[in-house]
C-alpha cells in the first residue's frame, strides 16, 4: 500500500500562483503515471495533467501553459506549479500514482477568489 499526501493547497487571488506536493510513501520511479485530479463542487474529479515514468507530460486543455507537472523521484514526490490561477480552477486537488493498481491521496482545497 502506498500512501499520499498533498500539500499546499489554499486560497488565492485570481492571477496568483500556487505549488502543490504529493509526497509518496514509497519510490515513484517504478510508476507508470504520476497525475493530478480536480473536482470541483458538485461536479466529477477531472484528470488535470499526467507525468510518465519516463517524463512525458499532458495537460488538460484548460490549464496548459499556466499548469506544470514535475517529479523528484528522489524526495518521491509530484508537484503542480499552478499559476495564472482562474476563479474556475478552485476545487480540491487529488494526486494519484499506479500502474495497474492506482493510489489516491486525500486531497488539498485550492480556492480562487475573483
Known amino acids: 500500500q502506498v500512501q499520499l499526501v498533498e500539500s499546499g493547497g489554499g486560497l488565492v487571488q485570481a492571477g496568483g500562483s500556487l505549488r502543490l506536493s504529493c509526497a509518496a510513501s514509497?519510490?515513484?520511479?517504478?510508476?507508470?503515471?504520476l497525475r493530478w485530479y480536480r473536482q470541483a463542487p458538485g461536479k466529477q474529479r477531472d484528470l488535470v495533467a499526467q507525468?510518465?515514468?519516463?517524463?512525458?507530460?499532458n495537460y488538460v486543455d484548460s490549464v496548459k501553459g499556466r499548469f506544470t507537472i514535475s517529479r523528484d523521484n528522489a524526495k518521491n514526490t509530484v508537484y503542480l506549479q499552478m499559476n495564472g490561477l482562474k476563479p474556475e480552477d478552485t476545487g480540491v486537488y487529488y494526486c494519484a500514482v499506479g500502474s495497474s493498481t492506482i493510489y489516491w491521496g486525500q486531497g488539498t482545497q485550492v480556492t480562487v477568489s475573483s
Open positions: 507525468i510518465t515514468r519516463y517524463g512525458n507530460a
Open positions: 514509497a519510490s515513484i520511479s517504478s510508476f507508470n503515471f
